[in-house]
């Protein structure tokens, strides 16, 4: 079967520090990977999604950035934090074709302080 | 406009009642699927339910049921026996477009509704 695995669960970090969040599938190849945030309160929002190894779109502009160095692993940066980067971020994946259950990590949570 | 319009922000419920959250959603495409999500204080997200567009029957998932009125755009999700286990917030989200590809991943989601099942 397959799992998602997201790291660290929470975070606190300084304005102006660096971030990176971690995100693996296991159990299937060619995974769609998404990156979604949601704001205290909110409903979530599309960050990133990547279809395969080194390809990145992005969907709303920011302070992050998102990679994919290998098949089942995505991982979202950012160079300085700002206040505004603090949420929850969550992980997702689908296959490429053929399933239509857009399956979640167990989330991150950051604060920027 | 909004795409997707959960007008509850909370609803509550008797255990072992059974009770409608409510989503409308606006698209101009013909096809599009729409989903419902939990979210337990844990925060992970929990896929429940699925209608396509396309779909003439309502979905159903044990007690999970989607109503699903195409022309009135609206998609509510109807628990039935509800139990402490399902208070949480419940997310309504529509992917837009053909089932391929990264469309599959791609979703709008609404702001929630929290939903508190009393004893």
């Known amino acids: 079967s397959q799992t998602i695995h997201q790291w660290p669960a929470t975070l606190v970090q300084p304005v102006g520090s660096p971030l990176s969040l971690e995100c693996t599938v296991e159990?299937?190849?060619?995974?769609?990977l998404y990156w979604y945030r949601q704001a205290a309160g909110r409903g979530l929002q599309l960050l990133f999604y990547s279809v395969g190894i080194g390809q990145i779109s992005s969907e709303v502009p920011q302070n992050l950035s998102a990679s994919r160095p290998q098949d089942r692993q995505f991982i979202l940066s950012s160079k300085k934090l700002l206040l505004s980067d603090s949420g929850f971020y969550l992980c997702?994946?689908?296959?490429?074709?053929?399933?239509?259950?857009?399956?979640f990590g167990a989330g991150s949570r950051l604060t920027v302080l | 406009a909004q795409k997707i319009t959960q007008t509850q922000p909370g609803m509550f419920v008797q255990e072992k009642e059974a009770v409608t959250l409510d989503c409308t959603y606006d698209t101009s495409d013909q096809s599009y699927g729409l989903f419902w999500y939990k979210q337990p204080s844990s925060g992970e997200m929990i896929f429940l339910i699925y209608q396509g567009s396309y779909d003439e029957q309502n979905a159903t998932e044990g007690r999970y049921s989607l109503n699903f009125q195409k022309a009135r755009k609206s998609a509510n999700l109807v628990i039935s026996a509800s139990q402490l286990g399902d208070s949480a917030m419940y997310f309504c989200?529509?992917?837009?477009?053909?089932?391929?590809?990264?469309?599959?991943?791609?979703?709008?989601f609404g702001q929630g509704t929290i939903l508190t099942v009393h004893p």
């Open positions: 159990g299937t190849s060619n995974p769609n």
């Open positions: 989200a529509m992917r837009e477009g053909g089932a391929g590809g990264t469309s599959y991943g791609k979703l709008t």
């Open positions: 997702a994946w689908t296959r490429g074709s053929g399933a239509n259950v857009l399956t």
